[in-house]
């Protein structure tokens, strides 16, 4: 059969596909000294897991189907789980297809309803992670048989092919000529071109739009006939397929939602999946787009989506057989596998940073020294929520071995530009992160504040899951224990913390999930530059500047340096405080029907919908 290896000059080489599976078709052109080195650099690794893990403390024959995350320095991967001596990886077959079974329904779970169905509506996971499920990007994920997470890059979605001149200033973007909007009216099926394009771009960088500062560098798009578009860039940019990818910023929308219908009501895009219905509170009913691209896929007729915001009840749905897959805590991982002896277990640390971030009023005790923020930060104990959150101990007593690296401002999981901040590179910033409540104390006294002071203390409940809670609860007691006296807001998700909190409208403190952005460079861009989710308004000119350079720098070697300084002068000043909450292995429960589930995008993306679900299946009696 017919295989596809990719554009050489950007992509390096993948495993063997079939033609019946072809994602990535379209070719890309730019300087191919530069795509060589970025692409060996991304080349990393990852491990999967084809046979039982030995455990003890009754938790043996606890199978994984995968476990790891990118290493870039070629050895192994520190804390991950290994397979077992003799034990191989399954091989991707040559058409891993060949034995699907069509049709079925897949039923998942959302912690709670969207604020929005719009994408461009709201900042919230929940909308993002439907999002996928409905709408095209220009580019996605290249998430397929036998490709590791490690090799994730770039490919395209709906566009068909990416040129870039010799400069790196202007990128031509050439459509698919079959892309298909769904056949509901006032769209009805009609293919997408460039008028689509314009008017989500602008959707995108509007006004109303608080994402729009991560595509600030491009100068200008223009539009000189139905198939192409045409970025200006202000300047080169390392990353601009990885952002075009970014399941938080460019969804394509048809033009007719520009009066033609309310995209906050109802949803038509060009995506795997079509809406059927949507009842608040109780969930979502998607059927398979019939005339998507992709031809023979989606493999599943519908996917049901049941909202349910208790993680116990969800457990019990999952275990009971009326949902196929489930967000596992690490503690329940022992009893699931002894009550579903074949459940199919997968762990993974993703791409999620957890931070406290203060509010920016110049007058907060924080604002005024930052020796407040570096006692925060050492007033908690890193290792023992790592603990708390993901199990740890009783996993490694148990014979697993995961991950206890801790999240830097660049998360854990996205290795590749990721500073331990417990490591000699590190440099003296690195005791800051380390626990040592006398000598916060010390720096509370120094800065001003002998007896401490009161402020209120805020997150969000039963949208992140039980174990985000249990640490989001615990970091009082630490805070309490250096004289910081809390008032605690535990906040509604949709109407209070995701809406105004997390865009820095609230005073004390708050702790939160950062967005898990698929390329580092958004990190510092968000934390560090004038734009609405600059959760804590920072203004410093130095951090400022290292994120503008790390965009254009298209040096690898160079680039992660600057990650690297951007990481040591954040910690200097600790203008946000990484937690560990998100930098443990998470764990995902399928059913033993539920197959094809080696196919996984970036950790933590929201773009499953599009990325990973149309080619699941399900063998079910």
């Known amino acids: 059969m017919g295989t596809y290896r990719g554009d050489r000059r950007i992509l390096s080489a993948a495993p063997d596909v079939p033609s019946t599976y072809q994602p990535f078709a379209g070719g890309f052109s730019m300087s191919a000294s530069y795509w060589d080195r970025y692409w060996k650099e991304r080349r990393t690794r990852r491990r999967f897991l084809g046979g039982a893990t030995a455990l003890t403390a009754g938790a043996a024959g606890l199978a994984l189907v995968g476990c790891g995350d990118d290493d870039d320095d070629g050895g192994g991967l520190s804390g991950l789980a290994t397979p077992t001596p003799g034990a191989q990886a399954t091989p991707t077959p040559a058409d891993p297809f060949a034995n699907a079974k069509r049709g079925g329904t897949y039923r998942i779970t959302f912690t709670g309803d969207p604020p929005s169905i719009d994408p461009y509506g709201n900042l919230s996971f929940l909308t993002k ?36 001149s010799p400069d790196g200033l202007t990128w031509t973007v050439k459509l698919k000529p079959n892309v298909k909007f769904h056949n509901v009216a006032p769209v009805n099926g009609r293919t997408v071109d460039t008028d689509d394009v314009k008017y989500s771009w602008g959707r995108a960088t509007a006004e109303t739009n608080t994402n729009r500062s991560q595509l600030a560098f491009v100068d200008s798009v223009q539009y000189p006939d139905k198939q192409t578009v045409v970025f200006k860039l202000k300047e080169p940019n390392a990353a601009f397929l990885d952002v075009l990818a970014d399941a938080n910023l460019l969804w394509i929308m048809p033009k007719e939602a520009e009066g033609g219908f309310d995209p906050s009501k109802t949803s038509i895009g060009s995506g795997p999946w079509m809406l059927e219905s949507y009842t608040p509170s109780v969930g979502f009913k998607l059927k398979k787009n019939p005339e998507w691209y992709m031809s023979g896929f989606p493999l599943m007729d519908r996917v049901e989506i049941s909202i349910i915001p208790e993680y116990a009840n969800r457990l019990a749905q999952f275990q009971a057989g009326n949902t196929d897959v489930e967000g596992l805590n690490a503690e329940d991982l022992v009893n699931v596998k002894s009550a579903l002896p074949n459940v199919q277990l997968y762990g993974e640390v993703s791409q999620l940073l957890s931070f406290f971030f203060m509010d920016p009023n110049p007058d907060s005790p924080w604002n005024k020294d930052p020796r407040v923020r570096l006692a925060i930060s050492m007033a908690t104990d890193r290792a023992a929520l790592l603990d708390l959150a993901y199990n740890v101990k009783k996993l490694k007593a148990a014979g697993l071995a995961v991950s206890e690296r801790w999240n830097n401002l660049i998360p854990a999981g996205l290795v590749r530009f990721w500073l331990d901040p417990l490591s000699p590179e590190q440099g003296e910033t690195s005791k800051y992160f380390k626990y040592d409540p006398a000598e916060a104390k010390k720096l509370l006294a120094a800065a001003g504040y002998p007896d401490g002071f009161s402020t209120v ?165």
């Open 129 to 164: 992670g439907y999002a996928a499920y409905i709408y095209s990007r220009l580019f996605k994920y290249n998430a397929g048989p036998g490709v590791r997470q490690a090799d994730l890059r770039p490919v395209p979605d709906i566009a068909q092919s990416a040129e870039a």
């Open 457 to 621: 203390y805020q997150y969000t409940a039963n949208r992140y899951g039980s174990a985000f809670n249990a640490v989001a609860e615990a970091n009082i007691q630490y805070l309490n224990a250096i004289g910081i006296k809390t008032t605690t807001d535990v906040q509604d998700y949709s109407s209070k913390y995701i809406t105004q909190t997390f865009t820095g409208n609230f005073t004390g403190i708050a702790f939160g999930y950062e967005t898990p952005f698929p390329e580092a460079g958004s990190y510092p861009i968000r934390f560090f530059t004038d734009n609405p989710i600059n959760h804590s308004k920072v203004k410093d000119p130095e951090l400022e500047d290292l994120a503008k350079k790390q965009q254009r720098e298209l040096d690898p070697a160079k680039r992660k340096e600057l990650f690297f300084e951007i990481q040591r002068k954040n910690a200097a000043k600790m203008w946000y405080i990484p937690q560990n909450q998100g930098a443990g292995t998470g764990w995902t429960g399928y059913r033993e029907w539920v197959k094809n589930i080696d196919i996984q995008t970036v950790p933590g993306a929201y773009s499953a919908g599009t990325e990973e679900v149309p080619f699941i299946w399900l063998d079910k009696a």
